[in-house]
């Protein structure tokens, strides 16, 4: 039993598949992630992953909990028409802005098994850029190229805007949610948070540099294609497993409760 504060979350290891466990798992540590990289907005976004062995099925988190309270027990498992199939005894349940844009991007990508979004301070404030994400670092050539941008239309509680947003994503695996924040997906959660981290990143730096009032450094169009193709699928190592492991060991030194 994971006890926080007058919260008591009974432990499910036992009651679910080995594949959805380790989902679980991945998923509970990432938001611990994203809490303790400064990334996360009290109870608001929402980061979720697909059950394996229940593609139509995906797990996200009780609106209520903090991101550094998460457990990988407390997490909500919803069917892609916002059924409920487990949910912890919390006085907390789905949102439903985060049960629509996850569940467009389950339903639109099958290749998506994991999925992050955040409303940093960075990531709000490129987003509110006409330029958007600019090529002015060797992080930010990764993402040259590979950004979907989504118009703001308000809140996306609307069912309708699930189609709206798998439009704007298409194949891409990173997108700012312009005028809202940032999103990233990938085929496991390792590669959706490594990719959040370099986005972040990116944004971060893009913001310090256009605030120093003095002229930027633009890589030539040949850098960055040069550096942007260094980057793509099959050119490098895939980014995320290999941070993982140290990723998790971080968490686990602070509070390993999230593995309950
Ligand atoms: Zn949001």
Not at 98 to 108: D, E, N, Q, V, W
Not at 213 to 238: F, Q
Request: proline share 7%.
């Amino acid at each position: 039993m994971t006890t926080i504060g007058p919260l008591k979350i009974a432990p499910i290891r036992g009651s679910v598949s080995e594949a959805e466990w380790h989902a679980r798992l991945d998923l509970a540590a990432c938001y611990r992630l994203c809490e303790h990289f400064g990334m996360s907005d009290m109870i608001y976004t929402h980061i979720s992953a697909r059950v394996p062995d229940s593609p139509n099925h995906f797990l996200i988190n009780p609106n209520g909990l903090f991101f550094g309270e998460i457990t990988a027990s407390s997490l909500l498992k919803v069917s892609m028409e916002g059924e409920i199939l487990y949910r912890p005894d919390l006085p907390y349940g789905l949102h439903p802005a985060g049960f629509t844009i996850h569940s467009a991007l389950y339903r639109a990508r099958a290749d998506v098994m994991a999925a992050m979004h955040t409303h940093t301070i960075a990531g709000m404030a490129v987003s509110a850029l006409k330029c958007g994400l600019l090529p002015l670092t060797q992080t930010a050539t990764r993402f040259h190229g590979r950004i979907a941008y989504h118009d703001f239309r308000g809140p996306e509680r609307d069912p309708a805007e699930r189609d709206a947003l798998a439009t704007s994503l298409g194949s891409l695996n990173y997108c700012i949610l312009r005028n809202h924040g940032l999103l990233t997906v990938g085929e496991s959660m390792p590669e959706a948070f490594i990719a959040m981290w370099g986005l972040e990143r990116a944004c971060q730096a893009q913001l310090q540099a256009m605030a120093c009032n003095t002229e930027l450094e633009i890589p030539s169009p040949e850098v960055v294609a040069k550096s942007c193709a260094m980057y793509a699928p099959g050119a490098s190592r895939r980014y995320g497993p290999l941070e993982w492991q140290g990723l998790l060991r971080r968490i686990d030194a602070i509070d390993p409760s999230w593995r309950e």
